[in-house]
């Protein structure tokens, strides 16, 4: 059975950085796509970045320059290191997962539970 599972959420000041991590279980494919998606109160989910097992990676706009996402060598953990936070950063944090390398938003079916990041001005 897959398991995700988040953690390193917290609060912080507009400027100051954090790291989620997301640990991964049960996930067993070589071709895959890993990615954060967040979510706002009141706003849909949207994708942050992804990571590709190719070593691929892509963000969305307003957090290029600004956040990277990454795996530890053994790949079952992922990280999103977040630099230069805004009060817009404020939002629940997911890990997701595709079972191909392929990085639709269709293609994520595994989701961990979430960990908030609320950044104050």
């Known amino acids: 059975q897959v398991q995700l599972v988040e953690s390193g959420g917290g609060s912080v000041q507009a400027g100051g950085s954090l790291r989620v991590s997301c640990v991964v279980s049960?996930?067993?494919?070589?071709?895959?796509?890993m990615g954060w998606f967040r979510q706002a109160p009141g706003k849909k989910r949207e994708g942050v970045a992804t990571i590709r097992s190719d070593g691929v990676t892509t963000y969305r706009d307003s957090v290029k320059g600004r956040f990277t996402i990454s795996q530890d060598n053994t790949k079952t953990t992922l990280y999103l290191q977040m630099n230069s936070l805004k009060p817009e950063d404020t939002a629940m944090y997911y890990c997701?997962?595709?079972?191909?390398?392929?990085?639709?938003?269709?293609?994520?079916?595994?989701w961990g539970q979430g960990t908030q990041v609320t950044v104050s001005s």
């Open positions: 049960g996930y067993t494919y070589n071709s895959y796509c």
């Open positions: 997701t997962a595709t079972r191909a390398i392929a990085c639709y938003t269709a293609d994520f079916i595994y």
